[in-house]
């Protein structure tokens, strides 16, 4: 059957807009946040268990606010996201104290956790009830992952430069600054999503209720459909990569420059570019398709483009001085294209397996699963880099990479998406 082809329509245009402004004020706070901690007297370890304590809240809440946007609704579910990070980045601008850094680290941690998948599922069941399950999901999961990953360059690049422009608390300015795009998030959700009205409206009993009934079937779907199963599987591998990569170039790129200070400059130059590149990747998703004739064909190719980036990142470690760094530079560029067209694919494969009322939940499992992998990086990769180096730890990564790209072979044809029954009627 041929699919309908969705070109770039205003709910594709809406999307990709909070798509933009959800990930936009995560790119103000990349650049200063830890020094700001760190100036405001708090010491390394302290640091660290605030930066935990933001990852334990997003992996415990990920499934319940997905389970909660399937019962509730993707708008006011994303809402009460934009609320919380509002209020996460106020807090963080104004403490002075580790417990006050805690406080604002678990509320940008449930603001995290509330964002993740109710704005895709909005988007895709809006596609699916104007053009039908058949409808082309790429291009508007393309725009929405492109808009995404140039809101995260752009806040980069200005988190480092806002600082330089203002006198006094300076490193509080880009945290304020993604305190006002999370309130302009607020307004738009508001504003441009729109959902159907829910016949009843549900009882704050009904959903407390509902919500682990929901996780639980988004669970079976996974063990029943295998297919499905493989792709939240590869989710693992990708959190394994990216964690690999966030936490060990910073050192290896102190290492080339022999200045801590300048591998900080260089190093937000090379996220905004891997941000740059990831909107490109999304950007030609639909293209590589077409060239690939099929997205199965295009998402095991842009794996293994992406596992042959990381080894050459791996590779690069041989190399010294403005070689070595413009060597991972462009290693960097093409993994995050390659990791950009591949799961814009894989999260298509996802959605046609997915009903309507267990998408975001899907969506949080599939984040999770994504969470769960970084945290297996930075408990075993990461820290046997001590021993096999930086580039040994890279190599392992690029071997873990290119096995995802087995879980596609022979995946097992979509099924309709059918929910799967999660309790008997009343």
Request: glycine share 10%; hydrophobic share 55%; net charge positive.
């Amino acid at each position: 059957m041929i699919k309908k082809v969705s070109m770039i329509t205003p709910s594709t245009r809406k999307y990709a807009l909070v798509e933009f402004l959800t990930w936009l004020p995560v790119g103000l706070m990349i650049a200063p946040m830890v020094l700001l901690m760190s100036v405001r007297g708090l010491d390394i370890a302290q640091i660290g268990l605030v930066t935990a304590a933001y990852s334990i809240t997003v992996v415990v809440l990920e499934l319940p606010t997905g389970g909660l946007a399937d019962v509730i609704g993707r708008r006011t579910v994303l809402a009460a996201s934009a609320v919380f990070s509002v209020a996460g980045f106020t807090m963080t601008a104004l403490a002075g104290t580790f417990w006050a850094f805690l406080a604002a680290s678990l509320l940008k941690g449930v603001a995290r956790a509330l964002s993740s998948g109710p704005a895709q599922a909005w988007y895709v069941d809006g596609l699916h009830a104007l053009e039908g399950p058949d409808a082309d999901l790429k291009p508007g999961l393309a725009a929405g992952g492109a808009a995404g990953s140039v809101a995260l360059a752009i806040g980069t690049l200005t988190g480092g430069v806002l600082p330089l422009l203002v006198s006094g608390e300076s490193l509080a300015v880009p945290v304020w600054a993604g305190g006002g795009a999370a309130l302009v998030l607020l307004f738009t959700v508001l504003l441009v999503m729109r959902e159907p009205a829910k016949p009843v409206r549900p009882r704050f009993a009904d959903v407390m209720r509902d919500v682990p009934v929901t996780i639980g079937g988004g669970f079976r779907l996974a063990v029943l459909d295998r297919g499905l199963g493989r792709l939240l599987l590869v989710a693992v591998t990708v959190g394994v990569l990216l964690n690999s990569i966030e936490l060990l170039t910073p050192g290896r790129l102190a290492a080339l420059t022999g200045r801590p200070e300048t591998a900080g400059t260089i190093y937000a130059v090379v996220a905004a570019a891997g941000f740059a590149a990831n909107a490109v990747g999304s950007s030609i998703a639909p293209a590589v398709a077409r060239l690939a004739r099929g997205s199965m064909r295009a998402v095991m190719l842009a794996t293994v483009v992406t596992a042959a980036s990381v080894g050459a990142l791996a590779a690069s470690v041989a190399l010294d001085g403005v070689a070595g760094m413009a060597a991972a530079g462009a290693a960097y560029v093409v993994l995050f294209t390659g990791l950009a067209v591949s799961s814009l694919f894989r999260t298509e494969l996802i959605h046609q397996r997915v009903a309507s009322t267990q998408r975001a939940t899907v969506m949080s499992v599939d984040s999770l699963q994504l969470q769960l992998g970084g945290m297996v990086s930075s408990l075993v990769l990461v820290p046997i880099s001590a021993q096999v180096g930086t580039g040994g730890s890279w190599a392992v990564s690029a071997v873990i990479t290119l096995s995802a790209a087995l879980l596609y072979v022979r995946l097992p044809a979509a099924r309709p998406a059918v929910a799967v029954p999660v309790r008997q009627p009343q």
